[in-house]
């Protein structure tokens, strides 16, 4: 993505930080915490990539609660080094009050803690209410 969406320019930070990214079937993935840019030929930054998730979140949140953040999205991950939910910046079918995808971003690590915290905390509460996926 170089800044446009159909032919439209955007400004990454007002457009796209702290938006929420919904599915194609209105369903709702994630807040946008941070971007991945990469810096073409000509000088430009372009956003490559949405990134989700508390690992991306805490360092934008700076301080003892940004690093608290990090420090139990560590703790809570499976992998001993975990990465941040991506979303390719060429999946992005529109911009508006949320980032709409034209794909379902499955198996991008876009909701691993929210699985954990479902199968080891939610689904172990007496009658709470567990979908299995």
């Known amino acids: 993505m170089d800044g446009t969406v159909a032919g439209r320019r955007y400004d990454a930070a007002l457009n796209l930080l702290d938006r929420q990214i919904i599915d194609p079937d209105g369903g709702l993935v994630a807040n946008v915490d941070d971007l991945e840019l990469t810096e073409r030929d000509d000088g430009r930054l372009v956003v490559t990539a949405l990134l989700v998730g508390p690992g991306v979140l805490g360092p934008r949140l700076g301080g003892r609660l940004g690093h608290w953040t990090v420090a ?3 703790r809570l991950c499976a992998e001993e080094n975990p990465k941040p939910g991506r979303i390719d910046a060429a ?3 529109r911009i508006d ?3 709409h ?3 379902r971003p499955d198996d991008r690590g ?3 803690l929210e699985r ?3 199968e080891h905390l939610i689904g172990r509460i007496p009658g709470a209410t567990h979908e299995p996926e």
């Open 101 to 103: 995808l034209a794909a």
């Open 91 to 93: 999946d992005i079918s």
């Open 97 to 99: 009050s949320g980032v």
């Open 72 to 74: 139990v999205w560590r």
């Open 116 to 118: 954990w915290v479902d």
């Open 110 to 112: 876009v909701d691993g």
